[in-house]
């Protein structure tokens, strides 16, 4: 059973540095790369076909994103990565995904610098409220990392 690494496809600069560091990482190991893109909740209830609609184009984006960066994935991990896409809040789009999938072994998460902050899951994981469920070690990947640098450390 291929171990899987989680990456959570987000709009952040320093995504590139987990996605990155996930397909070089499994590559070496063997493993797998699962890209899960969040798409987040309509919440208005008024507007119920406009909602249906704008879920639709996000799914549809979602789908062409995943695409894309499935081919950098394939190309640095030598494995088509697994495409996954969830609708809700980030933690429990990420505790679901683990729970139904038992391959994924690591979520590996990019930490953003500077004013901005590590981000939202990162500190979400530092504070000790990490995502539920199933234990699941946690790779933080400091944002700023060079290709040399990641091609060093996975």
């Known amino acids: 059973m291929p171990r899987k690494f989680l990456v959570v496809v987000d709009d952040s600069p320093e995504f590139e540095a987990a996605l990155r560091y996930a397909s070089r990482r499994a590559r070496s190991t063997g493993g797998r790369v699962a890209l899960l893109r969040i798409i987040p909740d309509q919440s208005d209830e ?7 609609e704008i ?12 695409t894309r960066l499935g081919e950098e994935a394939a190309s640095r991990s030598g494995t088509k990565p697994v495409f996954l ?8 789009a ?11 072994k690591i979520l590996v998460l990019a930490a953003g610098s ?24 946690v790779t933080i ?6 290709d040399a640098e990641i091609e060093d450390l996975a």
């Open 46 to 52: 008024h507007w119920a076909g406009v909602r249906e």
């Open 55 to 66: 879920e639709r184009q996000q799914r549809a984006e979602a789908e062409e994103l995943l």
């Open 85 to 92: 896409i969830e609708q809700g809040d980030p933690h429990s």
């Open 94 to 104: 990420i505790r679901k995904v683990c729970a139904d999938d038992p391959e994924i």
């Open 114 to 137: 500077g004013a901005r902050g590590p981000g939202p899951l990162v500190s979400a994981v530092l504070k000790g409220s990490g995502f539920g469920g199933r234990k699941l070690p």
């Open 141 to 146: 990947v400091p944002g700023e990392l060079t």
